[in-house]
């Protein structure tokens, strides 16, 4: 499995607001699709997020102001890093406002 890496800073949010939104985006993202063999745990002392499946398995920390995640990516899940980056720092734009001086 290849290693995966990602930080976005979310200047002056902090971590259990980001936390917060993120738990939420997933819940509303599992009620709406039927993910096969996917593990999500919470663990809201350390404001982190493990996720594991055949393809997939890493962890997403929420820091005062960054999101961090952290992980492997299977041979068939590789190629897809450029395109999980670039969802990665849309949901993160879309949802914190980021750009448009509401955080800034």
Known sequence: MRKYAKEVAIPGVSAQDIYRKITRG???MLGRMSIRN???TRNDDLRSIDIKSSHVSGTLICDEGIISVKGK???IAGPFRLKMDNAIENWVSRN???GDGKNE
Do not use: H, P, Q
């Open 73 to 75: 990516l299977s041979l």
């Open 38 to 40: 996917l593990d999500v």
């Open 96 to 98: 914190f406002a980021i």
């Open 26 to 28: 997933i819940d509303s």
